[in-house]
């Protein structure tokens, strides 16, 4: 690509060096870096990538853009240095346009908020994939190219791998696709340059303040996103959240809403529930789901939402919305035995959802069942949570198990103290803390009585535990599945 054809899309402080020049590759790793290279020298909140412009030149680099100005070391280099106002925006756009540009030529689709968006998106992936679509998928679970799986290392991938698997989405001719947009996604500016064709807002409450440091700041991140839509896009976003007009403040986009309590352009209700299927009810139009849960009754009507706003027919939409499966790790059921508890997995790792995963589950147990919960926090990450997190599980079940999620580089006995602090004496009458996850799942098993079930929050669809430095392979549906076959019943 040449230099001068991508400068115009850039904002620029200051050029050096003759920009009548081609690169063949992008690159943000120094290590990786080839001969004929871009290299975009981000300025990150552990590293400072210009530290390694020395590396890279001597690589072969043609091109770095940065946010510094050329060093006066550099002053006799026959390279292009491009001084930008915003180096992980210019990024953003090098990446667009290195690959011509994908995302204007599919229709995506960005989902938004605390909780659901891993539910959202990928429901969207089975609904228009079952609509005949080819489709792709940007989740925390699992990344897709049509029927092609990736692995997800972040819930939004960096700008150079969301524009090339776009690139590929579009050169396999996939016609949509849905991605998660995640806070940090936004506050880094990795979507600045992709053309959405909508955005979808599910909700906000306490989460990632270890990197936003105020509430209000991770309100403003997710705004970005409205922010950034074009008058061609549409805006659909959940009323019954309070911080839906905010989302909506100047945003130009075409605006839409649903919810349960309000009155709204996607109104769902729960006409019946358990925890093996709900009734609902999407604008007057009934429909029977396996998909379980009041929390997904939002999720669902955000789904029927996008389909009717990017002109699907609504009753083709709600036939093959009842068809739809849960999302691994997300209520995911563990049911071994009429005679044995249930078990459900879920993703909960903010207070939110723990207490919305809770009142659903509590909301379905008969003939005097109990709820059981298994719940930790991450280590090497927002510690203000941890005990309202464990406060929240204490006062919303039977009996809370205190336990290690990923305790990363952090004691787990000084992460299970911290939760423990938000507990009255109340509370820590009926809590246990047990540091060894598979100990305390197995424990919650042991205590379980036929018609009580048992909540496994916070790892989700993870298949592994960091611990230390060390990532162990640890799946909580196959431990609890395993603890629940080898539970003793009386005879």
């Not at 180096?87 to 990446?95: E, I, N, P, T, Y």
């Not at 540091?435 to 079930?453: F, G, H, L, Q």
Request: glycine share 6%; aromatic share 8%; net charge negative.
């Amino acid at each position: 690509m040449n230099l001068k054809d991508l400068l115009p899309l850039l904002t620029i402080t200051q050029v050096w060096g003759n920009t009548d020049v081609e690169f063949f590759d992008i690159g943000v790793d120094s290590r990786v870096v080839k001969a004929g290279d871009l290299f975009v020298a981000i300025k990150g909140e552990v590293v400072d990538a210009n530290q390694y412009v020395g590396d890279v030149v001597g690589k072969g680099a043609v091109v770095i853009l940065s946010q510094l100005p050329l060093p006066e070391s550099m002053k006799d280099w026959n390279g292009v240095w491009v001084q930008v106002d915003d180096d992980r925006k210019a990024l953003s756009f090098v990446a667009e346009a290195f690959f011509d540009f994908p995302s204007s030529k599919i229709k995506l689709v960005g989902v938004t908020g605390t909780n659901g968006k891993s539910t959202v998106v990928s429901l969207l992936y089975q609904l228009f994939t079952d609509l005949g679509y080819k489709v792709g998928l940007f989740s925390t679970i699992e990344n897709r190219i049509y029927n092609k799986v990736l692995p997800s290392k972040l819930t939004t991938p960096d700008p150079i791998s969301l524009s090339r698997y776009l690139a590929e989405m579009v050169e396999v001719g996939c016609d949509f696709a849905f991605m998660e947009v995640s806070s940090h996604a936004l506050s880094q500016q990795r979507c600045a340059a992709l053309q959405f064709e909508g955005g979808v807002f599910m909700n906000i409450s306490h989460d990632h303040l270890d990197y936003h440091q105020t509430f209000q700041n991770y309100i403003y991140a997710k705004k970005i996103f409205f922010d950034q839509l074009s008058a061609s896009a549409f805006a659909l976003v959940n009323m019954d959240d309070s911080r839906s007009p905010i989302m909506l403040q100047n945003c130009k986009a075409k605006k839409a809403s649903f919810g349960l309590q309000r009155i709204v352009d996607y109104k769902v209700q729960i006409l019946e529930e358990d925890i093996n299927a709900m009734l609902l009810s999407i604008n007057q139009q009934q429909f029977y789901t396996s998909i379980a849960g009041r929390f997904n009754a939002y999720n669902l009507a955000a789904v029927y939402g996008v389909a009717d706003l990017m002109g699907m027919e609504s009753s083709e939409v709600l036939r093959l919305i009842s068809n739809l499966q849960g999302v691994k790790g997300r209520l995911q059921k563990v049911k071994v035995g009429d005679q044995l508890p249930i078990g459900v997995v879920d993703y909960a790792h903010t207070p939110d959802a723990v207490e919305k995963v809770c009142q659903a589950l509590n909301a379905m147990l008969t003939n005097d069942g109990r709820l059981l919960v298994v719940v930790g926090c991450g280590g090497d990450r927002d510690k203000t949570k941890r005990p309202i997190m464990a406060r929240i599980a204490a006062s919303n079940s039977s009996i809370c198990i205190l336990t290690s999620d990923n305790p990363r580089t952090e004691s787990p006995e000084d992460i299970l103290l911290e939760m423990a602090e938000g507990l009255n004496p109340v509370l820590k009458a009926k809590t246990f803390s047990i540091v060894n996850r598979k100990e305390a799942i197995r424990m919650a098993v042991a205590m379980a009585n036929v018609n009580d079930v048992i909540l496994v929050a916070g790892k989700g669809h993870e298949n592994y535990q960091i611990i230390g430095n060390e990532v162990l392979p640890f799946d909580d549906a196959e431990i609890l599945t395993y603890a629940l076959q080898n539970k003793y019943i009386k005879a």
